[in-house]
């Protein structure tokens, strides 16, 4: 199997032996494919290729390719080192949801917009909201965020709500500090998240940190743990 000039992001890199590394890499036609990136010095076998445009080539069989090809195509897309954290936060959720070698051209590109205008403003905690939602929806788990849990009573913002996953909001009348019990306006907001006011920012992290865990059978993330360490 060879393929040829592929447009792609590196989303995770590991030592490989002495000179090798086993990269990652997110494509629009092929999904994520594992490639063994050979003939790396010493000295610059860490050089990142994260948050790059790339175009590759790789070839072999099985679940491990050979990388034949790299080349960058446009400047790197996160420039800001306090932004890194972030971008990894991006590539986990992208290695841990996102099925191997499943093709998603609305993956690759929603990755690619997210990346690409992070480090623009202060708007990283909206492009988060907008890249969780937007991301679970594609894998075939997206969220009912205007319909009750019978997917036909509008969601109303002055009351309160429960979100089941995998079944939807269902509306509560006492009050809780649950991560699951959330108010009719920010679920309604989360369908928009870059127009989201501060309030219903708290509740949308805490509702999708919740919702994440779940996806992930509660594993940690381990950019979301440095990003706690160093806020503290």
Same mark, same amino acid.
């Given at each position: 199997m060879r393929v040829q000039l592929q447009h792609a992001y590196c989303i995770h890199?590991?030592?490989?032996? &002495?000179?090798?590394?086993?990269?990652?890499?997110?494509? +629009? &036609?092929?999904? @994520?494919?594992?490639?063994?990136?050979?003939?790396?010095?010493?000295?610059?076998? *860490?050089?990142?290729?994260?948050? *790059? +445009?790339?175009?590759?080539?790789?070839?072999?069989?099985? =679940?491990l390719f050979t990388l034949t090809h790299v080349e960058s195509v446009g400047a790197k897309k996160i420039t800001v080192p306090a932004l890194y954290i972030i971008g990894m936060y991006l590539n986990e959720l992208i290695l841990r949801l996102v099925p191997k070698s499943s093709p998603s051209k609305e993956v690759f590109n929603l990755y690619q917009h997210i990346v690409g205008v992070l480090d623009d403003g202060d708007n990283q905690e909206k492009l988060l909201r907008l890249f969780e939602v937007e991301l679970l929806a594609l894998i075939g788990h997206g969220l *009912? @965020?205007?319909?009750?849990?019978?997917? &036909?009573? +509008?969601?109303?913002? =002055?009351?309160?709500?429960?979100?089941?996953?995998? !079944?939807?909001?269902?509306?509560?009348?006492?009050?809780? /500090?649950?991560?699951?019990?959330?108010?009719?306006? /920010? @679920?309604?907001? !989360?369908?928009? +998240?870059?127009?989201?006011?501060?309030?219903c920012l708290l509740e949308a992290k805490r509702l999708m940190r919740g919702i994440i865990n779940l996806h992930l059978a509660n594993r940690p993330l381990h950019s979301r743990e440095i990003l706690q360490f160093m806020q503290a």
């Open positions: 890199s590991r030592s490989y032996r &002495e000179t090798s590394q086993i990269v990652e890499m997110l494509t +629009p &036609e092929h999904g @994520l494919v594992s490639c063994i990136r050979r003939g790396l010095k010493k000295t610059n076998g *860490s050089v990142g290729l994260l948050f *790059s +445009p790339l175009l590759i080539s790789w070839s072999g069989r099985g =679940d *009912s @965020l205007d319909k009750e849990i019978d997917h &036909e009573t +509008p969601i109303q913002k =002055d009351c309160t709500y429960r979100y089941d996953v995998g !079944l939807g909001p269902v509306k509560v009348m006492q009050k809780s /500090t649950a991560w699951n019990v959330i108010k009719g306006t /920010t @679920l309604l907001s !989360l369908q928009s +998240p870059l127009s989201m006011d501060s309030t």
